[in-house]
């Protein structure tokens, strides 16, 4: 290890993850969904030991948790979240709070460094009440309108009320402060198999797709299945079926080299066996760092739906919920990544995307932001199983001091 990095302890890293892995745990896991009593106790956890980094904790009214440093100097961001996906991983989202709380601890104490390293857990990046809440509140982009709107997309508890619920309701939310910060970094599990697969240690994130979801309806007639006819059927549950089917078929030609698209949930209504469903409803997904070739698989899209209309056996009708605008990392801040890394992951680093979402895209509207990843065992998450060698966490833990050193040096 590095003089440069002089009281980084990385058995008190694992011992975090660890502590925040026991609440909510779930087999392997965690169940620790937002506003759930595990996630309010994990924010608690956090804020107790943000004094420990010379940070005055606040847990605001959307339930963010910032730790501010009086320090003199310049003031680098960093962190993730501490929420989960339903019976999910331990790592997606904590492992970039503890890689930050470590950074604030090591770098705040040092006075040899002119600076500080500032924490945050933002809320509900996994997208329970809405994607990307907290960190979008942060950046000012979620209306008070927005928060009356939400709800909880398992269980429809208004967001309001699991304000209420978590004694957040009142409290004022924390927006950035113009020029506080030089940038934001965070650290995330990969939740593939690039790193695995190629025997390296550090992804050094170049940029992070926008998500685009569409609600795709499909309205035909409800009737009896056992006495229509199938000649006369206009079943909304087949024609929904055939227009996925479709889908994989025609959108290959079309799609970028990174595209991908996800149908993540179909229902049918009313969803009886013995009833030809009259509407179904399918939740689809794309993303690509492109717009371009997003707008052409949009336009491709609503074609379908309108030929599948034209036909007059069901309509087809293509909501776009969510539009979500790619963002690329900053360069001086991918260097510094890289540089880290060549000393404390002996090089074995790699510029890549990420085909998933994070708080950092957010962050970087309104600031420089990069990102760094670690190996994830097997590619897998959003599930129990997920995991990460412990030295692997201890090397990107290491690399993101580090680089949180270098960026505050200038």
Request: charged share 20%; hydrophobic share 40%.
């Amino acid at each position: 290890m590095r003089d440069s990095n002089r009281g980084f302890d990385g058995k008190r890293v694992l011992a975090d993850l660890n502590a925040l892995r026991a609440i909510g745990a779930y087999k392997t896991g965690v169940h620790k969904p937002t506003f759930s009593e595990p996630h309010i106790r994990s924010l608690d956890w956090l804020a107790r030991r943000l004094p420990d980094a010379g940070l005055t904790a606040t847990i605001d009214g959307i339930g963010n948790v910032v730790g501010k440093s009086a320090k003199a100097g310049p003031k680098l961001l960093a962190g993730s979240h501490l929420e989960s996906q339903n019976h999910a991983g331990w790592l997606d989202g904590p492992l970039g709070v503890i890689y930050a709380l470590e950074a604030a601890r090591v770098i705040n104490s040092d006075p040899d460094v002119t600076g500080a390293v500032e924490v945050a857990a933002w809320c509900d990046e996994e997208g329970h009440f809405g994607h990307f809440l907290g960190s979008r509140s942060f950046a000012g982009a979620v209306t008070e309108a927005e928060i009356d709107a939400a709800s909880d997309r398992s269980s429809d508890r208004p967001l309001r009320q699991a304000l209420r619920d978590a004694g957040l309701a009142g409290r004022a939310r924390l927006q950035a402060e113009p020029r506080r910060h030089i940038g934001y970094l965070e650290a995330h599990i990969e939740q593939g198999e690039t790193l695995e697969s190629s025997g390296l240690k550090i992804g050094v994130v170049t940029s992070i797709v926008g998500i685009w979801q569409y609600r795709i309806t499909f309205t035909g007639v409800q009737n009896h299945a056992g006495t229509t006819r199938m000649a006369v059927r206009r079943d909304a549950g087949l024609a929904l079926a055939r227009f996925c089917v479709a889908i994989d078929d025609s959108f290959p030609a079309l799609c970028g080299p990174r595209t991908v698209w996800t149908t993540g949930r179909i229902t049918l209504d009313p969803g009886a066996p013995s009833i030809i469903p009259g509407r179904a409803e399918m939740l689809f997904q794309i993303r690509d760092d492109d717009p371009d070739v997003i707008e052409r698989l949009e336009a491709h899209l609503r074609n379908m739906a309108a030929d599948v209309t034209a036909q007059a056996r069901c309509s087809v009708d293509v909501e776009r919920i969510r539009t979500g605008v790619p963002a690329i990392m900053n360069a001086a801040f991918q260097d510094a990544i890289e540089a880290a890394g060549a000393v404390l992951a002996g090089g074995k680093s790699i510029r890549m995307p990420s085909g998933a979402g994070h708080d950092a895209q957010v962050l970087a509207t309104i600031m420089p932001a990069a990102m760094l990843f670690v190996p994830s065992i097997g590619g897998i998450s959003h599930h129990w199983s997920e995991n990460t060698d412990d030295a692997d966490i201890l090397t990107g833990a290491a690399v993101f001091v580090d680089t949180c050193r270098r960026l505050l040096a200038g």
